[in-house]
């Protein structure tokens, strides 16, 4: 219904910075939240920051003043910007959007980008 194609990942050296971009298309009528997870190796997927439609932020502790995350409405993206890269941030970032069309609610996962920082 929804399709999400992530791009941006890649290796980094710590301290440096990456930029990952989801587009979502397919049967919206609406975006509310905007999101983006990421799972470690042995660990459970928790959320990095997410953005409503009214532009509301909310960040991990872990990532607070090191990442950004926005939107363009228009074109129906999220990016989050990452900076001061550490290599704790190494991890699988997948991008979550919640849609709304014709009476349902929708909520979609993208296929995952990896992220490596290296020490």
């Known amino acids: 219904q929804v399709q999400l194609v992530e791009s941006g990942g890649g290796l980094v050296q710590a301290g440096g910075s990456l930029r990952l971009s989801c587009a979502a298309s397919?049967?919206?009528?609406?975006?509310?939240?905007m999101g983006w997870y990421r799972q470690a190796p042995g660990k459970q997927r928790e959320l990095v920051a997410a953005?409503?439609?009214?532009?509301?932020?909310n960040y991990a502790d872990s990532v607070k003043g090191r990442f950004t995350i926005s939107r363009d409405n228009a074109e129906n993206t999220v990016y989050l910007q990452m900076n001061s890269l550490k290599p704790e941030d190494t991890a699988v970032y997948y991008c979550?959007?919640?849609?709304?069309?014709?009476?349902?609610?929708?909520?979609?996962w993208g296929q995952g980008t990896q992220v490596t920082v290296s020490s």
């Open positions: 397919g049967r919206i009528f609406s975006i509310n939240a």
């Open positions: 979550n959007v919640k849609t709304y069309y014709s009476g349902t609610y929708y909520n979609s």
């Open positions: 953005i409503t439609s009214g532009g509301k932020r």
